[in-house]
C-alpha cells in the first residue's frame, strides 16, 4: 500500500474530535449541559477562542446547540446538518490573525503610493455602503470591495488576489456560525467607521497612520467575535444585598447577638 501525506489537525479540530468522543462515548449526555468555554479552555490548556472554535465545529455538525446567555447543550445529532469535518477548513482566528499581518502591511505601503485614482476608488466603496443598510452577510460583498480596493493601490495583481481569497476563507460554516452568535447587527455601523479611518490615512499620505488603522480594524474584528456566548449569565447579589448584610451584622452587635430577620 503506498504512503500517504499525512495532514497536521488544526488545534480546534483536535479538541472537537475529543469532545464529539466524550458525547460518543455518554460523558455528555444529549440534553446535558457542557461546562463552559473558560472552564473547558482551563481543563485543555488552550486560549478560548481554539475552543469557541472547536464547539461552534460541533455546533456546525449538529452535535451542540449554543444557547446565548444559557449554555451549550448536547443534542441528538441532527440528520440534516452541515458535516464540515475536514482539517482543510480554516479557523475564523486563524485568518484573521494571517489578514492583520499582511493587510497592515499593504495599508502602509498604499499610504506611500496612493494617486488620487486610488483614493477615488476606495472612496467609491465607501461610498456604497453609506448609502446603504445591512442585515447579516449582506455587508460582506462591500467589506471585500473595501479590502481588495486599498490592495490594488500597490499595482500588484499576485497581492490584490492574495487579498481577496484571504478575505474569501471566512466564507465557511464555522466562520458563519460563530458570525451569528456574534453579529448584534451593528458590526458593519462599525466597521465602515474603521474603514474611512483607515482611508483617510492613506488619503494624508501617512504611512504609519495607515498601518496603526488597518491593525487596529482587523484586530477589533477579533474582538467582535471573542465575545463570550453560550454561558450562563453570573449570579450577582442583588442590588443592596451587601448593605443590608452590613446593617443586619450591625443590628447583631447592637442586640449582642443574632440579628432577626422579617419575611
Given at each position: 500500500m503506498p504512503l500517504e501525506a499525512i495532514e497536521p489537525r488544526r488545534l480546534y479540530r483536535q479538541i472537537a474530535?475529543?469532545?464529539?468522543?466524550?458525547?460518543?462515548?455518554?460523558?455528555?449526555?444529549?440534553?446535558?449541559?457542557?461546562?463552559?468555554?473558560?472552564?473547558?479552555?482551563?481543563?485543555?490548556?488552550v486560549s478560548r477562542p481554539t475552543v469557541r472554535e472547536a464547539l461552534i465545529a460541533l455546533e456546525v455538525e449538529g452535535r451542540l446547540k449554543i444557547r446565548v446567555g444559557s449554555g451549550i447543550y448536547v443534542i441528538e445529532q441532527q440528520p440534516n446538518a452541515i458535516v464540515a469535518t475536514s482539517s482543510r477548513i480554516e479557523g475564523a482566528f486563524e485568518i484573521l490573525r494571517a489578514r492583520a499581518f499582511i493587510e497592515s502591511a499593504v495599508a502602509e505601503e498604499?499610504?506611500?503610493?496612493?494617486?488620487?485614482a486610488d483614493i477615488a476608488r476606495i472612496d467609491a466603496a465607501l461610498a456604497v455602503v453609506s448609502r446603504a443598510r445591512y442585515a447579516g452577510d449582506q455587508f460582506l460583498v462591500h467589506d471585500r470591495c473595501f479590502h481588495t480596493?486599498?490592495?490594488?493601490?500597490?499595482?500588484?495583481?499576485?497581492?490584490?488576489?492574495?487579498?481577496?481569497?484571504?478575505?474569501?476563507?471566512?466564507?465557511?460554516?464555522?466562520?458563519?456560525?460563530?458570525?451569528?452568535?456574534?453579529?448584534?447587527?451593528?458590526?458593519?455601523?462599525?466597521?465602515?467607521?474603521?474603514?474611512?479611518?483607515?482611508?483617510?490615512?492613506?488619503?494624508?499620505?501617512?504611512?504609519?497612520?495607515?498601518?496603526?488603522?488597518?491593525?487596529?480594524?482587523?484586530?477589533?474584528?477579533?474582538?467582535?467575535?471573542?465575545?463570550?456566548?453560550?454561558?450562563?449569565?453570573?449570579?450577582?447579589?442583588?442590588?443592596?444585598?451587601?448593605?443590608?448584610t452590613r446593617e443586619a451584622s450591625s443590628r447583631a452587635r447592637a442586640h449582642g447577638g443574632r440579628a432577626r430577620t422579617t419575611v
Amino acid at each position: 500500500m503506498p504512503l500517504e501525506a499525512i495532514e497536521p489537525r488544526r488545534l480546534y479540530r483536535q479538541i472537537a474530535d475529543q469532545l464529539r468522543l466524550l458525547i460518543e462515548q455518554g460523558e455528555y449526555a444529549v440534553g446535558s449541559r457542557l461546562p463552559t468555554e473558560r472552564e473547558l479552555a482551563d481543563k485543555l490548556g488552550v486560549s478560548r477562542p481554539t475552543v469557541r472554535e472547536a464547539l461552534i465545529a460541533l455546533e456546525v455538525e449538529g452535535r451542540l446547540k449554543i444557547r446565548v446567555g444559557s449554555g451549550i447543550y448536547v443534542i441528538e445529532q441532527q440528520p440534516n446538518a452541515i458535516v464540515a469535518t475536514s482539517s482543510r477548513i480554516e479557523g475564523a482566528f486563524e485568518i484573521l490573525r494571517a489578514r492583520a499581518f499582511i493587510e497592515s502591511a499593504v495599508a502602509e505601503e498604499a499610504a506611500r503610493n496612493a494617486k488620487r485614482a486610488d483614493i477615488a476608488r476606495i472612496d467609491a466603496a465607501l461610498a456604497v455602503v453609506s448609502r446603504a443598510r445591512y442585515a447579516g452577510d449582506q455587508f460582506l460583498v462591500h467589506d471585500r470591495c473595501f479590502h481588495t480596493a486599498v490592495a490594488e493601490t500597490l499595482r500588484n495583481a499576485v497581492l490584490t488576489r492574495c487579498i481577496g481569497e484571504l478575505f474569501d476563507l471566512r466564507i465557511n460554516p464555522y466562520f458563519e456560525q460563530l458570525a451569528r452568535h456574534t453579529d448584534d447587527g451593528q458590526y458593519w455601523r462599525v466597521a465602515h467607521q474603521e474603514h474611512r479611518a483607515i482611508r483617510d490615512a492613506i488619503a494624508a499620505r501617512d504611512p504609519a497612520a495607515a498601518r496603526a488603522a488597518m491593525h487596529e480594524h482587523l484586530k477589533r474584528s477579533h474582538q467582535r467575535f471573542s465575545r463570550d456566548f453560550g454561558e450562563p449569565p453570573s449570579k450577582a447579589p442583588a442590588a443592596g444585598t451587601k448593605t443590608r448584610t452590613r446593617e443586619a451584622s450591625s443590628r447583631a452587635r447592637a442586640h449582642g447577638g443574632r440579628a432577626r430577620t422579617t419575611v
